[in-house]
């Protein structure tokens, strides 16, 4: 539940991100509104000034806020949180407003905001407004540009909102770890012309790498490569939620990378158009067709496209290692590799010891096998026709007709037309029938043999 109260008070004009002083009554502060659920929240839709389409957030939401005069406050806090990767993995992070990332915090261009930040931490921390042009003095830098927010000190940061676009926010303060550890979160500012570039649905996602041990409860910080988990939002599949799609909906996907490499995000089924970067709008003249787009260290990318093809359609990052779970970089390979003499010893000393691996690993994606507490099969979650052999950063963009404007439950998997489906041929069945042709025509035939290899070597 987000909680609200508070939102209709008056706060203190505070000039620069500086402490909240003594001076400053506890109630003019906006109380900060809070959720630990890692379900999608609906969008919040503007009941006053410009009008614009808001985001939704994957496995997120939207920070309320309210109006004092003519600034809009929002009030963060930095905390320790308790973030569900997906359903039988729980990890302890650092995020803002009960979760990790944190809240979306959205806005319209020419806006003057005033978000207060309050740390509970056990150390000091600052938030910086990565992509947005502000002051010096707002942007976030600890030590260089303002002084460290201690344990228990809420400090304050006013800027007005010179340009729309896709941002992010996340500390400048003991960065290595406080982003292995979470902290991060986007920041949406909407054109003030409510047609420009204006889209039907707009989603909207950070990624981020964790290093967590089998059945541990804290990311490693000081890992620099070798990442076990790969999230959106904080979370891996099959916790991703599915992008809910009217058939005819121009769509928006906006993803921002704070991981440690780059990724190849790649749709199916659609060509898009890269409409935004964290500099800015891409002009119509100047977007190029893609099915996948490169997303940089630090880096934001949004990429549109006409919902008009029905289906379930994949969404991923096209490094393969990124579609997996809790891997272990030291596993040997065995494709290749009859281990059935070994296994059967083994197993005389080890009862539940199954030997996998020798036709290659998709069979993890079919078997329930015991793990650890808190952690997640490499491969798992199950579709309309079986193992979906997954992980991480994936997810479906489903494209439905007759759903409502702006809902978005998920309306199953999707039923296909008759005939659209890919079927098997029985091996001696000789090549498939022929499609009728417009105009008749003199069948002619073709004699095939087909024969089936033979096992060798542990090959198929």
């Known amino acids: 539940m987000l909680s609200r109260r508070g939102f209709l008070g008056s706060a203190a004009v505070l000039s620069g991100a500086a402490a909240v002083s003594g001076r400053v009554q506890a109630a003019a502060i906006p109380e900060a509104a809070t959720t630990e659920t890692a379900t999608m929240q609906p969008p919040l839709y503007p009941s006053s000034g410009p009008d614009y389409q808001p985001v939704v957030t994957l496995n997120g939401w939207t920070l309320p806020w309210r109006m004092n005069g003519d600034w809009k406050e929002f009030h963060l806090v930095a905390e320790p949180v308790v973030r569900e990767f997906a359903p039988g993995m729980k990890v302890h992070l650092w995020g803002y ?132 988990l790969w999230t959106w939002n904080s979370r891996v599949f099959p916790g991703i939620d599915h992008l809910v799609v009217r058939k005819g909906d121009r769509v928006r996907v906006r993803s921002a990378n704070l991981t440690m490499t780059n990724h190849p995000i790649h749709m199916h089924g659609y060509h898009f158009s890269v409409s935004c970067t964290d500099g800015g709008w891409v002009q119509e003249s100047a977007r190029w067709p893609e099915v996948s787009i490169d997303v940089p260290v630090g880096s934001i990318r949004a990429f549109d496209f006409v919902a008009d093809v029905p289906g379930d359609w994949a969404i991923h990052c096209h490094k393969s290692h990124h579609t997996m779970n809790a891997m272990g970089h030291n596993v040997k390979t065995f494709i290749g590799v009859q281990k059935r003499d070994l296994g059967r010893s083994i197993k005389k000393l080890v009862p539940d010891y199954m030997p996998m691996g020798s036709s290659g690993m998709a069979e993890m994606g079919e078997m329930e096998m015991p793990l650890p507490d808190n952690t997640l099969p490499m491969m798992t979650g199950f579709g309309p026709f079986g193992p979906l052999e997954m992980g991480g950063m994936f997810s479906v963009v489903k494209v439905r007709e007759g759903i409502a404007a702006n809902d978005y439950k998920d309306p199953g998997w999707y039923q296909h037309p008759p005939g659209t489906v890919a079927y098997e041929v029985p091996n001696n069945a000789g090549p498939p029938p022929r499609r009728a042709d417009p105009a008749p025509s003199k069948p002619s035939s073709i004699d095939v043999q087909v024969v089936k290899p033979r096992q060798h070597g542990g090959h198929h």
């Open 97 to 228: 407003n009960g979760q990790s990332p944190g809240p979306t915090i959205e806005a319209v261009e020419g806006d003057k905001v005033r978000i207060f930040v309050t740390n509970k931490l056990p150390e000091h921390t600052t938030i910086h407004w990565h992509g947005m042009l502000l002051p010096c003095g707002m942007d976030g830098v600890g030590g260089l540009t303002q002084p460290h927010i201690q344990p228990g000190k809420t400090f304050v940061y006013e800027f007005e909102l010179k340009k729309s676009g896709t941002f992010m926010y996340h500390p400048h303060a003991d960065e290595m770890v406080q982003m292995a550890m979470g902290m991060m979160g986007s920041f949406i500012v909407h054109p003030r012309d409510p047609k420009f570039m204006r889209v039907d649905r707009d989603f909207v996602f950070v990624m981020n790498n964790y290093d967590i041990d089998p059945g541990s409860y804290v990311p490693k910080v000081m890992t620099m490569l070798d990442h076990n």
